[in-house]
């Protein structure tokens, strides 16, 4: 049987698919990360909530109507699982109320250890929160004599619908949350959900109180005897952003807070009965003061001691955007323990208005409002909450905000990208912390590594791990490992040690965590010598073999050709500003701190990106240059990869390939039929020949293998017009350069986005006629596009078939008519009575 070309191809499609996500799997496991995908999981989906039993390595998920079980270290074993859903009679109650019949499932929001060898589990069940207990031995929830799920109400324990913020801390064996507490989710509460009925105590209903608010975060800060002289009581936190209103503005201003309340806090006698009587709560100020810049969203904060063991050396990493900027921007900011203290013991801010101007603020009663029960109001008399004065109890419930804010300066911000998840490592402890590494989850399944020293902000890694449709939304460190997931994923990789970075590059720009460069075993290796004087990073850079410096990049020369559409990377972790040199023509346009270029005559010559160092503190930025690159122009060749809008001499090629192939086609086709027809005695053309089908891509691969090692960032191409949630609305393809971390580019492109899908064209086939899709470049590409021109490699040409009927018929009668109907078939092309359009390519972007 001889098989056509066209069905020979569709054949190595699925297979040239398939190569990248192989190539993928296989640097991940050489670097004992695993990441389990959805078929892992069977089809339980929407991952929300993780708790980890770190004792046993068992990794509790909650999802939509299950809850499972993974043992983190044998993750290849199968998930253990519990099915918990809704009645169908109640979830069509739940549709009837105007609900969607998505959100009317029952979505786990909580999980939390009770210390008695249960997990406390509660789901929004239809938006009717329920509460069951999780039996750890045995892995199955407590039923009821009539074998049903033991269940209590989850109102003011978990939210009513799935996708309202929420967060909870268990202190003590009682829980503490913050979520809303009706079924239209109008109102909020900051409570305590469990214990004996009269210390289940709430926020009042004030907008004094909480106006609006998107609640991010929480954390149980307990006192230990040796650092507690005092008796101080314990306290917990609770960060959220909510609409201030303490500013005269005509648009709601959205602020970030932390609120505190007290552990024995158990209401009023007579003024706030059953209500907080330590609620106290301050404005959180990420900021870069020399340009203004404020970051007033809080979207999640990670709590770590400094030193282990020392609660007062607490640190609240968060992670921010801004409610001004149009385009995506994060930045984090890191604030003590100690200055939110101070900001809480300071002065109230007065609320209360007349109608003309502020009035004068009240006299601060005593005992202080608001404090924790401590020795010192015990021997006072004040044993309880329920022996303060009324003066006491109204002044704090009329002022529960503080006049100070605690303020930072940012310690990174990234413009063009959306952290959603933060988890931070540190180098060593207390005095000698050398410094921290922040582990960063984006919206787009990706994992960004930055290392933070002293004032100096570096990206060493991105790490691709899901589908840019699965944003990372839950990060766990444990054992040296990063326990990533998404709604439908989750990833173990690697998080700490100097073997994480295996280039000489990338171990440079962790020197000042106390990593050093092994010339002869050729990895990355644990130092505890320190660092000599002046710039560690850009001293350790010199020793590679590229001569680059953090401040001194090597020029990386681009051959390139007229018409392509480059994006040049200069990364930027500060909120100061990036500024290019490049040759004196318009046909630029700078993409937060990168820059596009349109490649013309007057556009060649040698581009410098500059950004300015900013670190908390530095009022007085320097100038640092952080990427550069020189652009030659390279002649047309048929084995390039380089597509343009209007070259005539490439359509050319274009066409002749096409030609050529479609030529050859039917001269195989011919003689096929020729034999067939001989053998059948004049029987028809079957109707699965080449000629009579549709859909039929001779697509030629062009990628260039990948080396799955490199340490470079993982980057790829992506389109200048494409929205950040996939969705591409250019027809220019664009080539996509990236650097690593702040010093020269050291250029790589991820060959998968780790399932298997293809990054430089659609593998599937398509019927809209002829195409002519660009290849995304990386400068590795661009580097060596000579050679493999000497080596002749095939163009990427999509074609389709056209109708084919009359095709048939001209088979029958020889060559002649074949070609005569070709010809009036190319002529019915628009294609050739216009420039060329670009296919459209599926991509995963950065």
């Given at each position: 049987?001889?098989?056509?070309?066209?069905?020979?191809?569709?054949?190595?499609?699925?297979?040239?698919?398939?190569?990248?996500?192989?190539?993928?799997?296989?640097?991940?496991?050489?670097?004992?990360?695993?990441?389990?995908?959805?078929?892992?999981?069977?089809?339980?989906?929407?991952?929300?909530?993780?708790?980890?039993?770190?004792?046993?390595?068992?990794?509790?998920?909650?999802?939509?109507?299950?809850?499972?079980?993974?043992?983190?270290?044998?993750?290849?074993?199968?998930?253990?699982?519990?099915?918990?859903?809704?009645?169908?009679?109640?979830?069509?109650?739940?549709?009837?109320?105007?609900?969607?019949?998505?959100?009317?499932?029952?979505?786990?929001?909580?999980?939390?250890?009770?210390?008695?060898?249960?997990?406390?589990?509660?789901?929004?069940?239809?938006?009717?929160?329920?509460?069951?207990?999780?039996?750890?031995?045995?892995?199955?929830?407590?039923?009821?004599?009539?074998?049903?799920?033991?269940m209590e109400t989850g109102k003011g324990k978990c939210p009513f619908e799935p996708s309202?913020?929420?967060?909870?801390?268990?202190?003590?064996?009682?829980?503490?949350?913050?979520?809303?507490?009706?079924?239209?989710?109008?109102?909020?509460?900051?409570?305590?959900?469990?214990?004996?009925?009269?210390e289940r105590i709430r926020t009042e209903r004030s907008i004094n109180w909480l106006s609006?608010?998107?609640?991010?975060?929480?954390?149980?800060?307990?006192?230990?005897?040796?650092?507690?002289?005092?008796?101080?009581?314990?306290?917990?936190?609770?960060?959220?952003?909510?609409?201030?209103?303490?500013?005269?503005?005509?648009?709601?201003?959205?602020?970030?807070?932390?609120?505190?309340?007290?552990?024995?806090?158990?209401?009023?006698?007579?003024?706030?009965?059953?209500?907080?009587?330590?609620?106290?709560?301050?404005?959180?100020?990420?900021?870069?003061?020399?340009?203004?810049?404020?970051?007033?969203?809080?979207?999640?904060?990670?709590?770590?001691?400094?030193?282990?063991?020392?609660?007062?050396?607490?640190?609240?990493?968060?992670?921010?955007?801004?409610?001004?900027?149009?385009?995506?921007?994060?930045?984090?900011?890191?604030?003590?323990?100690?200055?939110?203290?101070?900001?809480?013991?300071?002065?109230?801010?007065?609320?209360?208005?007349?109608?003309?101007?502020?009035?004068?603020?009240?006299?601060?009663?005593?005992?202080?409002?608001?404090?924790?029960?401590?020795?010192?109001?015990?021997?006072?008399?004040?044993?309880?909450?329920?022996?303060?004065?009324?003066?006491?109890?109204?002044?704090?419930?009329?002022?529960?905000?503080?006049?100070?804010?605690?303020?930072?300066?940012?310690?990174?911000?990234?413009?063009?990208?959306?952290?959603?998840?933060?988890?931070?490592?540190?180098?060593?402890?207390?005095?000698?912390?050398?410094?921290?590494?922040?582990?960063?989850?984006?919206?787009?399944?990706?994992?960004?590594?930055?290392?933070?020293?002293?004032?100096?902000?570096?990206?060493?890694?991105?790490?691709?791990?899901?589908?840019?449709?699965?944003?990372?939304?839950?990060?766990?460190?444990?054992?040296?490992?990063?326990?990533?997931?998404?709604?439908?994923?989750?990833?173990?990789?690697?998080?700490?040690?100097?073997?994480?970075?295996?280039?000489?590059?990338?171990?440079?720009?962790?020197?000042?965590?106390?990593?050093?460069?092994?010339?002869?075993?050729?990895?990355?290796?644990?130092?505890?010598a320190n660092p000599g004087p002046g710039d560690i990073v850009d001293d350790a850079l010199?020793?590679?073999?590229?001569?680059?410096?953090?401040?001194?990049?090597?020029?990386?020369?681009?051959?390139?050709?007229?018409?392509?559409?480059?994006?040049?990377?200069?990364?930027?972790?500060?909120?100061?500003?990036?500024?290019?040199?490049?040759?004196?023509?318009?046909?630029?346009?700078?993409?937060?701190?990168?820059?596009?270029?349109?490649?013309?005559?007057?556009?060649?010559?040698?581009?410098?990106?500059?950004?300015?160092?900013?670190?908390?503190?530095?009022?007085?930025?320097?100038?640092?240059?952080?990427?550069?690159?020189?652009?030659?122009?390279?002649?047309?060749?048929?084995?390039?990869?380089?597509?343009?809008?209007?070259?005539?001499?490439?359509?050319?090629?274009?066409?002749?390939?096409?030609?050529?192939?479609?030529?050859?086609?039917?001269?195989?086709?011919?003689?096929?039929?020729?034999?067939?027809?001989?053998?059948?005695?004049?029987?028809?053309?079957?109707?699965?020949?080449?000629?009579?089908?549709?859909?039929?891509?001779?697509?030629?691969?062009?990628?260039?293998?990948?080396?799955?090692?490199?340490?470079?960032?993982?980057?790829?191409?992506?389109?200048?017009?494409?929205?950040?949630?996939?969705?591409?609305?250019?027809?220019?393809?664009?080539?996509?350069?990236?650097?690593?971390?702040?010093?020269?580019?050291?250029?790589?492109?991820?060959?998968?986005?780790?399932?298997?899908?293809?990054?430089?064209?659609?593998?599937?086939?398509?019927?809209?006629?002829?195409?002519?899709?660009?290849?995304?470049?990386?400068?590795?590409?661009?580097?060596?596009?000579?050679?493999?021109?000497?080596?002749?490699?095939?163009?990427?040409?999509?074609?389709?078939?056209?109708?084919?009927?009359?095709?048939?018929?001209?088979?029958?009668?020889?060559?002649?008519?074949?070609?005569?109907?070709?010809?009036?078939?190319?002529?019915?092309?628009?294609?050739?009575?216009?420039?060329?359009?670009?296919?459209?390519?599926?991509?995963?972007?950065?």
């Amino acid at each position: 049987m001889i098989m056509s070309p066209g069905g020979a191809m569709l054949i190595l499609l699925p297979v040239l698919c398939l190569l990248p996500g192989a190539s993928r799997a296989a640097t991940l496991a050489g670097l004992g990360d695993t990441i389990l995908g959805p078929e892992k999981f069977e089809g339980i989906a929407n991952f929300s909530t993780f708790l980890l039993d770190r004792s046993s390595g068992m990794l509790f998920l909650g999802s939509r109507d299950a809850i499972l079980a993974v043992d983190t270290y044998k993750l290849n074993q199968k998930p253990q699982k519990i099915i918990w859903d809704v009645p169908e009679e109640k979830r069509r109650s739940c549709v009837a109320k105007g609900k969607t019949e998505v959100d009317c499932n029952n979505y786990i929001r909580l999980l939390e250890f009770l210390g008695d060898g249960r997990v406390y589990v509660c789901g929004t069940y239809a938006f009717d929160p329920q509460c069951a207990f999780l039996e750890l031995a045995s892995f199955t929830l407590e039923k009821t004599e009539d074998g049903g799920v033991k269940m209590e109400t989850g109102k003011g324990k978990c939210p009513f619908e799935p996708s309202q913020h929420y967060t909870a801390v268990m202190a003590g064996g009682t829980l503490y949350t913050a979520a809303t507490s009706n079924f239209l989710g109008t109102l909020f509460d900051i409570s305590r959900a469990t214990g004996p009925e009269q210390e289940r105590i709430r926020t009042e209903r004030s907008i004094n109180w909480l106006s609006d608010p998107e609640f991010v975060s929480s954390a149980f800060i307990e006192q230990t005897p040796d650092s507690n002289p005092t008796g101080d009581d314990d306290k917990i936190y609770f960060f959220f952003t909510e609409v201030a209103k303490e500013y005269d503005l005509y648009t709601k201003v959205k602020v970030p807070r932390v609120a505190r309340v007290c552990k024995s806090d158990v209401g009023g006698m007579k003024t706030l009965q059953r209500r907080w009587t330590t609620f106290l709560k301050a404005e959180l100020v990420c900021e870069d003061k020399p340009s203004g810049q404020r970051y007033n969203i809080l979207t999640d904060v990670f709590t770590t001691q400094h030193t282990p063991g020392d609660p007062s050396s607490t640190h609240f990493y968060g992670l921010f955007t801004s409610q001004w900027e149009r385009e995506e921007l994060s930045a984090v900011c890191v604030f003590s323990l100690s200055d939110i203290s101070k900001v809480l013991d300071g002065p109230f801010k007065e609320l209360k208005k007349t109608c003309e101007n502020w009035i004068n603020p009240e006299p601060v009663p005593t005992p202080r409002p608001g404090q924790c029960l401590n020795h010192a109001l015990k021997a006072e008399g004040y044993e309880s909450s329920l022996k303060l004065p009324d003066k006491v109890l109204t002044f704090v419930r009329d002022h529960p905000l503080m006049e100070n804010s605690v303020t930072a300066a940012p310690l990174l911000v990234r413009k063009g990208i959306t952290y959603t998840k933060l988890a931070v490592t540190q180098t060593g402890t207390g005095e000698e912390l050398k410094g921290a590494v922040l582990h960063l989850g984006t919206d787009r399944g990706e994992l960004h590594r930055v290392a933070v020293v002293g004032q100096n902000t570096t990206l060493l890694q991105e790490v691709a791990l899901f589908t840019s449709q699965e944003p990372v939304n839950n990060i766990l460190l444990h054992q040296g490992k990063a326990l990533v997931g998404s709604p439908l994923s989750l990833a173990s990789v690697q998080a700490e040690g100097c073997a994480l970075y295996p280039s000489c590059q990338v171990c440079a720009r962790a020197r000042g965590l106390g990593c050093v460069w092994s010339t002869v075993e050729e990895v990355c290796r644990p130092t505890t010598a320190n660092p000599g004087p002046g710039d560690i990073v850009d001293d350790a850079l010199r020793k590679c073999d590229n001569e680059d410096g953090r401040c001194n990049p090597a020029i990386r020369e681009l051959r390139v050709s007229i018409g392509l559409r480059l994006l040049l990377p200069c990364t930027q972790l500060s909120p100061r500003p990036c500024s290019w040199e490049h040759p004196p023509h318009r046909h630029t346009r700078q993409h937060n701190s990168d820059l596009e270029v349109t490649v013309t005559d007057d556009s060649l010559g040698r581009y410098v990106c500059t950004c300015q160092e900013a670190g908390p503190g530095i009022r007085d930025p320097t100038p640092c240059r952080r990427a550069a690159y020189q652009l030659s122009l390279e002649g047309p060749s048929i084995g390039g990869t380089i597509a343009t809008a209007g070259g005539r001499h490439v359509l050319a090629i274009y066409i002749l390939f096409f030609c050529g192939g479609l030529v050859f086609g039917i001269c195989l086709l011919y003689f096929a039929t020729r034999r067939r027809s001989i053998g059948h005695k004049g029987n028809h053309l079957p109707d699965n020949s080449l000629s009579s089908e549709k859909g039929r891509d001779l697509l030629g691969s062009s990628a260039t293998p990948q080396s799955p090692s490199s340490a470079s960032l993982l980057s790829e191409g992506f389109r200048l017009t494409e929205k950040r949630n996939g969705t591409a609305t250019s027809n220019t393809s664009t080539t996509l350069l990236s650097n690593n971390g702040n010093g020269g580019a050291v250029i790589h492109n991820k060959p998968s986005n780790g399932h298997g899908n293809s990054l430089y064209a659609n593998c599937n086939t398509s019927n809209s006629g002829l195409k002519f899709t660009s290849e995304i470049l990386t400068a590795n590409l661009l580097d060596g596009r000579t050679e493999e021109r000497k080596r002749g490699r095939p163009k990427r040409i999509e074609r389709e078939s056209g109708d084919g009927g009359e095709a048939d018929d001209g088979l029958e009668d020889g060559m002649g008519d074949a070609m005569k109907g070709l010809v009036e078939d190319l002529a019915s092309f628009p294609m050739f009575k216009s420039p060329a359009p670009l296919a459209q390519c599926e991509e995963s972007s950065i």
